[in-house]
């Protein structure tokens, strides 16, 4: 009766997991960000469905659930529909080794920060595949962005996240969160202020949230990358939108804020609390700023974040020296 | 020496990013400027100002007849030609009247001839055609037509849409819901909108 290691049973558990809480949070996001939109213009947002417009996103998810799934002329079929799974799918892994807690942590990987960024990374093509399948100048015209930001904004992303890894000679998760103390002036973004920011940048921009949501600016594209995606074709890009703005809160968490260490007792609701100020803090963002031209878009990476996350890694890499 | 001043320019400069987010953050914790419809409403004070249909207004002797002279002025400067007003015909003297004007002119007086009232016989608005241009609130002489103020105005009929404006004041007056309260208020409304013109 050995057929079956350990292992998998566990990692098949944890991605059960992981995919119900992605799509729990999933759900709860579009309540939060639907509020957040509403009370900053002043008006309630959802309030119809469900106590305070609770089980709006259960209504909505049903909603596009029950549509048709539309296939437009001359699209290449396989890629289309390869798009959006492309798109979800490397989301599971991205949560195996992020690090709710020292015993809520789905698979221990001493290159758990490497696992994460390389799956990010599978989003841009998923993005790239959805814009040339679907047969449609503005899928084209946003997924063309999609992969000219998304490269660009992955670099100082990557060097951001270097110095505080270079700190702690880790790309281990869990042990960077274990480098950091209970209190607040004890985590990395004391340290690594620059780091902090830039990343926090990076990440809006990876995810595609406004301001920098040019890939489906819906002023100008339509809807970008996914205007011919229909029912859960759409649903699934979106939730893996979601999904990726908690894997990028989720790891700016863990390496600047603490993780799971908090004053009092330490436990994964530290690491949830911290998770969920930043991605309210993200959507706040998206109903503040207005969308930056491409062109700003692409100077701010290159001429500044850039530039400055080799300087701050430079910095960082000789005071460690010293 | 140049180029650095700019690039302090450009790090100060993201101190409106903070700016933008106090101004979304304290609309975010301030009150709400909507209602939930079906369960509120919105009071008079939220629909000052708002254009809906039109409506005569009541003169002070009697809610049941409007302040109108039928001087064709709102008729005549309506550029959507949605207002019809029709005036009413003089009456016809009664016997006794027509024996008394018969012997007045026998005797060589002028005879007065029965006059029309000056108030409209019917007062046809089309609000299909209206365009709430204002036009004809200004160019009243004597403030007799305004906006309401309702918002909840549907039909799917078309011929509810060509009101008789006499027929509902003089309705509204039989139910006593006439706001002759405004009267005053509109009309120096209309002077000033006149002397602005």
């Known amino acids: ?322 | 020496m140049n180029a650095l001043k700019s690039f302090w320019k450009n790090i100060a400069s993201l101190w409106s990013l903070i700016v933008g987010l106090q101004v979304t953050g304290k609309a975010f914790c301030g009150p709400q400027v909507t209602v939930h419809y079906p369960r509120q409403t919105v009071g008079p004070e939220g629909l000052e100002g708002f254009r809906g249909h039109m409506e005569l207004v009541p003169s002070v002797k009697d809610p049941a007849i409007p302040k109108c002279i039928s001087c064709m002025m709102c008729a005549t400067s309506c550029p959507s030609k949605c207002l019809t007003v029709v005036k009413q015909k003089e009456p016809k003297p009664t016997e006794e009247q027509l024996k008394a004007m018969a012997e007045a002119e026998a005797r060589g007086e002028k005879v007065k001839k029965l006059s029309a009232p000056k108030n409209p016989a019917q007062f046809i608005y089309d609000f299909s055609l209206c365009s709430f241009c204002n036009t004809c609130v200004e160019n009243c002489p004597v403030g007799s037509i305004r906006f309401t103020t309702n918002v909840y105005f549907a039909t799917t009929n078309k011929a509810d849409l060509q009101m008789n404006l006499v027929e509902r004041l003089a309705k509204q007056a039989a139910s006593g819901k006439t706001v002759p309260g405004e009267k005053p208020k509109k009309a120096a409304k209309t002077e000033t909108a006149q002397s602005e013109a």
């Open chain 1, 1 to 322: 009766m050995n057929a079956i290691p350990i292992e998998l049973i566990h990692i098949v558990i944890a991605i059960a997991l992981v995919a119900g809480f992605v799509g729990l949070n999933g759900l709860v996001l579009v309540w939060v960000e639907r509020k957040v939109a509403g009370h900053v213009q002043r008006r309630p947002g959802p309030y119809e469905v469900g106590p305070n417009g609770l089980l709006q996103p259960l209504a909505d998810a049903a909603k596009l659930v029950g549509k048709q799934l539309f296939t437009p002329d001359g699209s290449d079929k396989l890629v289309f529909w390869l798009a959006p799974i492309v798109s979800f799918l490397p989301v599971m892994p991205m949560f195996l080794p992020m690090p709710f807690s020292p015993f809520l942590t789905a698979m221990e990987v001493n290159v758990g920060l490497v696992l994460i960024l390389a799956f990010a990374g599978l989003n841009i093509l998923a993005l790239c595949l959805a814009g040339w399948g679907s047969n449609n100048k503005y899928g084209l015209l946003g997924a063309g962005r999609a992969v000219a930001q998304g490269v660009a904004y992955e670099i100082p992303l990557l060097l951001s996240v270097l110095a505080v890894c270079f700190m702690t000679g880790s790309l281990s998760l869990t042990e960077i969160v274990a480098a950091q103390g209970n209190w607040p002036w004890q985590w990395n973004w004391i340290y690594q202020p620059i780091a902090f920011i830039l990343y926090f940048t990076c990440g809006v921009a990876e995810t595609n949230r406004a301001p920098f949501d040019l890939p489906e600016a819906e002023s100008e594209l339509v809807a970008g990358f996914h205007t011919e995606y229909s029912g859960m074709g759409f649903g699934l890009f979106f939730l893996a939108e979601y999904a990726e703005m908690i894997v990028v809160c989720g790891v700016a968490t863990a390496l600047f804020l603490g993780g799971w260490k908090g004053p009092g007792a330490a436990g994964a609701w530290w690491f949830l609390l911290k998770l969920y100020v930043l991605l309210v803090i993200m959507i706040w963002f998206r109903w503040t700023y207005p969308r930056t031209r491409f062109d700003q878009l692409l100077n701010l990476c290159w001429k500044w974040l850039l530039p400055l996350s080799i300087l701050n890694l430079l910095v960082t890499a000789l005071v460690i020296k010293l």
